[in-house]
Nanobody
Framework: VQLQASGGGLVQAGGSLRLSCAAS????????VGWFRQAPGKERTFVAA????????NYADSVMGRFAISRDNAKNTVYLQMSRLKPEDTAVYYC??????????????????WGQGTPVTVSS
């Protein structure tokens, strides 16, 4: 499956952005999907993950209550709604997917498919 992330940009602190991740190439509905981010000079870290049914979610503590992950399997698209953004949310955001893991994993190495990343900059 190929993933294409979009929706990043420049936003002021306290603002909102919605990232999208469009999938193509294979049936996407049975994939667990996740969002990760990488700030300059830092390792890639977990943001959120969602089961293929949409019933199970997992969020990093730092974004809990501010970000929401969702999916539209009919459109083969995953979303990350980001609200109350902070300067520390500045990073390149990557979507990921996998059809072999059975839980909403926070471990980047468990995801086989990755999008190209979309940058998010939050100004103070």
């Amino acid at each position: 499956v190929q993933l294409q992330a979009s929706g990043g940009g420049l936003v002021q602190a306290g603002g909102s952005l919605r990232l999208s991740c469009a999938a193509s190439g294979r049936t996407f509905s049975r994939y667990i999907v996740g969002w990760f981010r990488q700030a300059p000079g830092k390792e890639r870290t977990f943001v959120a993950a969602l089961s293929w049914t949409g019933h199970y979610t997992n969020y990093a503590d730092s974004v809990m209550g501010r970000f929401a992950i969702s999916r539209d399997n009919a459109k083969n698209t995953v979303y990350l709604q980001m609200s109350r953004l902070k300067p520390e949310d500045t990073a390149v955001y990557y979507c990921a997917a996998d059809d072999t893991i059975v839980e909403v994993s926070s471990i980047p190495g468990q995801y086989d498919y990755w999008g190209q990343g979309t940058p998010v900059t939050v100004s103070s």
